[in-house]
């Protein structure tokens, strides 16, 4: 498996507005199987619940490239970024092991909570 952390800071009073844009592209990524997509969390931090994290998986490094070079995809970070103060922090990185239950709806918080 294969994916991306991202790590960036919300403009002030932007935390709402990513919030519901990021519900909207949830869909998105959820109906196109074929893109090898796996799974995505969004967090935000204690320290700065204006500071977003994000791990996105996907099944390869294959898949996780032609996502990264669609155009959809780019027309989708134009639109992120816009929330944010300056440009996110990205790690990419190879999985090796998975601990664990994988994440549930009812761990992700209000949010997922209103989505049920």
Do not use: C, H
């Not at 991202?6 to 403009?11: G, Q």
């Not at 898949?63 to 970024?81: E, F, G, H, L």
């Amino acid at each position: 498996m294969y994916g991306t952390i991202m790590r960036a800071k919300l403009k002030p009073g932007q935390k709402e507005a990513y919030q519901r844009w990021g519900q909207e592209q949830e869909s998105q990524l959820t109906q196109s199987p074929a893109t090898g997509f796996v799974s995505m969390e969004v967090a935000f931090e204690d320290k700065d619940p204006n500071r977003v994290v994000s791990i996105i998986r996907f099944k390869d490094k294959d898949s996780y490239v032609k996502n990264a070079n669609a155009p959809k995809t780019n027309d989708n970070y134009n639109q992120m970024i816009k929330f944010f103060e300056g440009p996110p922090e990205w790690i990419d990185v190879n999985y090796v092991a998975f601990q664990g239950e994988p994440l549930k709806a009812y761990m992700a918080g209000p949010q997922a909570e209103s989505r049920r």
